[in-house]
C-alpha cells in the first residue's frame, strides 16, 4: 500500500523517465541469468503463484517475479536498467511508449500458438496495430465500489464520490493518469484529452478532491474497503470483482461521466536475457485453462475467449468482470511529454496534503 500523502519516489522518477525515455540506448548490460530462468517484472495481485509453479513444473524454467503499481514505476524502472526483464506487463498506453522507443523485441508468434485463443476485439488496437510486439493479458476499467450497507444514495460517478460528507471515507487507486482521467470525464473531455490546457482546468478539480481521500493504494485497493477504513473507492475492476465475491454489499458501477477500458499486455524488452523462456511463458499463459486459473483469481475481463468458455457462470455474471451490455469505452493512449507534467501536477498536490 502506498501510504497516504508520501508520492512514491517511482513517481518522482517518472518526470526523468518520460523525458528520457525517447533516447535510451538498447544495450543491456548485466551478465546474463541461465535460460533455466525468467525474470517476470508485472503488476501486483495479478499473476497467481499456482501459475507460475505450474509453468515451472512444466517447463523447468525458473520464474522470478518482481511487482510494480504502476505504469511509470514499471518504466523507471525498464529505462533505469537496473534489472534486465524477459517478460513485463505495460498496459496500452505504456505498451504504445515503449514500442515508439523502440524498448520491445517483436515477438515470433510462431511459437505463440495460443495467441488464436484471444478475441479479435482485443487485437491489432491501437498501440500495437500490427500485433507485433503484445499479446493481451487482461482487460479492465475502473470503477466505483459503493458499501451499500454504509452509504444508502446513489454515488453514479466521479462527481458524487468526490464530495464533502465523503471525506476521510474514500479509497482510490494511486495512479496520477488515472487521477486526470477522471477528473477531466467531469468535464466531459475523453480519457486521451489531455494538454496543458486541459491539465489547467483539472488542477483546481483535484485540489478539491484528493484532501478528501482517506488511502491511495494501487495495489490492493479492496483492503480498505473490507476493513471498513473506506466505504466509497475509486477501483481497478478485478478488485471490485473481488469485493462483489466476497459480499454483494460492495456495489459496482461504472461512472456516467465515462471511463476508459485498460488493455494490459505482455511484452518482451529489446534486451531481454531469455528471449526463448519468454516466449515459453507467454505462450503458456494463454492456454485456456491456465488463463481459465488467472481469471478465477484475478476477475477482470478476460480476452482469452477459449478460457472466458470456462468459467461458471457466477463469474461471468459478476458487474465488474463483465459490464452488463458490454459498454464500448476508449482506450488509454500515450500522451507523450504531456505525461511528465502528469505526474507533476499529481506529486505536486499530493505534497501539499
Ligand atoms: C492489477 C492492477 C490492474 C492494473 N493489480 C490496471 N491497469
Redesign the pocket.
Known sequence: MRPFGRPGGALRSCVAVVATLGWVLLSGCSSSPPSHEINLFA????VPRAVIEAFTQATGIKVNYDTF?S?EEMLAKIVSGAQRYDVIQP?DYTLEALVRARRLLPLDFTKIPNFRNIGAQYRNLPQDPEQKYSVPW?A?S?GIVVNAERIHEPVRGFADVFQEKYRGRIIV?D?PREMVMWALATLGKGPNDITPETLALAKPILERWLPLVKVFD???PKTALLNGDADVGIV?S??AALLYRTNPKFQFALPVEGTHQ?L?CLAIPADAPNPDGAHQFIDYVLRPEVSKLISTE?P?TNPNLAARQLLSPEELHNPASYPPGDPKLEGARDIGAVAVQVDKLITDLKAQL
Open positions: 503488476w501486483s495481485e495479478y503499481a505504469n498496459s487482461m479492465g475502473v487507486v495512479d494501487s495495489d490492493s481497478w478485478g478488485e485498460f494490459d484475478f477482470y
